[in-house]
C-alpha cells in the first residue's frame, strides 16, 4: 500500500500568514493526489485535485505543487475561515490513502 | 444541484449486518464511479470500498474486503454498502462520495454521512 505521511500534524497560524502542508508518498504516485478541507462535523470538501488543479469554487488563495513523492498543499494568506483539518489522498492505486490529517488553528 | 444523502447507520452488535445507502441527484450517476469512506471518532480519513459507474468493477480495503460488499441501482440512482460480520473497528461516520470524471478518481461531492456505531 502506498503510505501518505502528512507534516505538521497541528498547526497555529495569524490571520494573514503563509501556510504551508507537506505530504509524502511512500512510492511513485505522479500527480494523482487530492486535498481536502474538514470542518467539525462536516464532511471533507475538495481543495485541489491532480496535486495542482484547483477545484472549482475553491479560493486561488489556495495552491498546490509537487516534486516527485513529495507534495505541498499552500494558503498565500490564512483567513480565519481556513481553520479545520486538511488531508492528502492519493489515487494512483488501490487502496486509495489519506494521509493523518493535519489541523490548522488561526491564533 | 448535486446531492448525495445517506441513511441506514444506527447501533449493531458485533457479528451483525446493516445495509447503508446513499441516494444520489443532481448529476447522471450511472456514468460516475462512486465510494464509500468512513471516519471513526476523532480519527482520520480511511477509503473502505469504490465501484465502477455499470457497478461492473468494485474495489475493497483490505481491511473490509470479504465481510462488505458495495453496489449500486443505477435505475434509482442509489449506492449501497452491505456490511457483514461487523466489528468494533467498523464504528465510523459513513461517506458516500462522487468519483471525479475519467482519470480524475478523486472524491469530489460528499455526502453529509450516517453513523455505525457497533457495540453490544
Known amino acids: 500500500d502506498t503510505q501518505m505521511t502528512q507534516s505538521p500534524s497541528t498547526l497555529s497560524a495569524s490571520v494573514g500568514d503563509r501556510v504551508t502542508i507537506t505530504c509524502r508518498a511512500s512510492q511513485s504516485i505522479n500527480s494523482w493526489l487530492a486535498w481536502y478541507q474538514q470542518k467539525a462535523g462536516k464532511a471533507p470538501q475538495p481543495l485541489m485535485y491532480?496535486?495542482?488543479n484547483l477545484e472549482s469554487g475553491v479560493s486561488s488563495r489556495f495552491s498546490g505543487s509537487r516534486s516527485g513523492t513529495e507534495f505541498t498543499l499552500t494558503i498565500s494568506s490564512l483567513q480565519p475561515d481556513d481553520s479545520g483539518t486538511y488531508y492528502c489522498q492519493q489515487y494512483n492505486t488501490y487502496p486509495w490513502t489519506f494521509g493523518q490529517g493535519t489541523k490548522v488553528e488561526i491564533k | 444541484e448535486l446531492h448525495l444523502l445517506e441513511s441506514g447507520g444506527g447501533l449493531v452488535q458485533p457479528g451483525g449486518s446493516l445495509r447503508l445507502s446513499c441516494a444520489a441527484s443532481?448529476?447522471?450517476?450511472?456514468?460516475?464511479?462512486m465510494s464509500w469512506v468512513r471516519q471513526a471518532p476523532g480519527k482520520g480519513l480511511e477509503w473502505v470500498s469504490a465501484?465502477?459507474?455499470?457497478?461492473?468493477?468494485?474495489y475493497y480495503a483490505d481491511s473490509v474486503r470479504g465481510r462488505f460488499t458495495i453496489s449500486r441501482d443505477n435505475s434509482n440512482n442509489t449506492l449501497y454498502l452491505q456490511m457483514d460480520r461487523l466489528r468494533g473497528e467498523d464504528t465510523a461516520v459513513y461517506y458516500c462520495?462522487?468519483?471525479?470524471?475519467?482519470?480524475?478518481?478523486?472524491?469530489?461531492?460528499w455526502g453529509q454521512g450516517t453513523l455505525l456505531t457497533v457495540s453490544s
Open positions: 465501484i465502477s459507474g455499470s457497478g461492473g468493477s468494485t
Open positions: 443532481g448529476f447522471t450517476f450511472s456514468i460516475y464511479a
Open positions: 491532480k496535486a495542482s
Open positions: 462520495a462522487k468519483l471525479g470524471g475519467t482519470a480524475q478518481l478523486y472524491f469530489d461531492h
